[in-house]
């Protein structure tokens, strides 16, 4: 009995000082730990160029989500031109920052500098469009996915089983990106299994909305009756929707991006009938976590591969809310 009083005396001693240490609050163990892997460290972005709602919403995303944490990030801007992007690459590999972040131009011409950068001990993390090369990390549309809902969309509006004319328009963006050769393979599984309907017209515009606008006219011009166009990005399809809009026909014109603003308006003006949107401020959310998780960890630079594949949602007039599209960085 007198050992039992014993440890509830001891017990009750026990809760007491518990009870004093949790009122006066105890320090999170894993704090510093966590602050101290980001400080100093630098992130490097090469997009394929600034100034597009693409790379601009990317880069606020990250700076939002690292610079507080201590972690510069440095953009290097090659202005759609692959040399000048391959040579901010070059000089990265030397410089060493922590992370790069690169947006590639096509599949191949950065992969040799991508695994060099690995193995100088840089993570690399792609973002949207993939190099032939695979690196610590690709966040971005599954592009052979979504060429397969792009397919099976001019199906449903433009088959005539459904009362269409069976005849579809692409207009891609360049030929060698990942967003044009993924996205073609996914187009041709559905298409493929429908004879009935026709792709009249399958030109790269180059992401020039000039080029789209020249490249639609002169296809409605040949083939009055097409029913359907698709595009590879909304920004170049401006041109495109233009070509529609002077012809005078009823064409429906399904894009593609990254959900900015003017995604909605083009979908509320008419310019577009649909919008397939990979959510550009989730992009940078999850290439900020990815950056966040290999800084944390600190294995060895091209060891692990992983994938973030990002939703697909498609948009139309009728389906989208004020939350649908996100606004452009203003410039500060």
């Not at 060493?96 to 599949?107: A, R, S, T």
């Not at 308006?265 to 290439?287: I, K």
């Amino acid at each position: 009995m007198k050992l039992f009083k014993t440890g509830i005396i001891a017990a009750a001693f026990a809760l007491c000082a518990g009870a004093a240490v949790a009122q006066e609050g105890i320090d999170d163990p894993t704090r510093a730990p966590y602050y101290d892997s980001f400080k100093g460290k630098r992130v490097a972005f090469v997009p394929v160029a600034m100034g597009i709602d693409l790379t601009e919403g990317w880069a606020a995303g990250l700076k939002e989500a690292l610079e507080p944490l201590g972690v510069t990030v440095d953009i290097r801007d090659p202005n759609f031109n692959t040399d000048a992007g391959a040579q901010a690459l070059t000089a990265l590999i030397t410089e060493k920052p922590d992370v790069i972040v690169v947006h590639n131009p096509d599949v191949q011409s950065y992969a040799r500098l991508l695994k060099k950068a690995e193995e100088a001990g840089i993570y690399v993390v792609q973002v949207n469009m993939r190099s032939a090369y695979s690196t610590d990390v690709f966040v971005g549309a599954d592009y052979v996915a979504m060429g397969e809902q792009i397919g099976q969309r001019l199906v449903d509006k433009c088959s005539p089983a459904n009362g269409g004319s069976g005849k579809v328009a692409i207009t891609q963006g360049v030929l060698t990106a990942a967003a044009s050769v993924y996205q073609m393979q996914g187009i041709n599984n559905v298409l493929s299994q429908h004879p009935d309907m026709q792709i009249v017209s399958n030109q790269a515009a180059d992401w020039d909305s000039t080029k789209a606008r020249n490249i639609t006219a002169t296809v409605l011009q040949q083939h009055s009756d097409l029913c359907g166009i698709t595009g590879f990005w909304d920004v170049m399809d401006i041109g495109t929707a233009a070509a529609i809009k002077e012809s005078g026909k009823d064409v429906y014109m399904l894009t593609q991006g990254g959900g900015s603003r003017l995604a909605c308006d083009g979908l509320t003006n008419g310019s577009y009938s649909e919008v397939a949107v990979f959510f550009v401020p989730g992009q940078a959310r999850d290439m900020a976590t990815m950056i966040k998780h290999l800084l944390q960890q600190g294995q060895a630079p091209g060891t692990t591969r992983t994938t973030l594949f990002t939703p697909l949602t498609f948009l139309t007039k009728d389906n989208m809310t004020p939350a649908s599209c996100w606004d452009m960085p203003e410039k500060g």
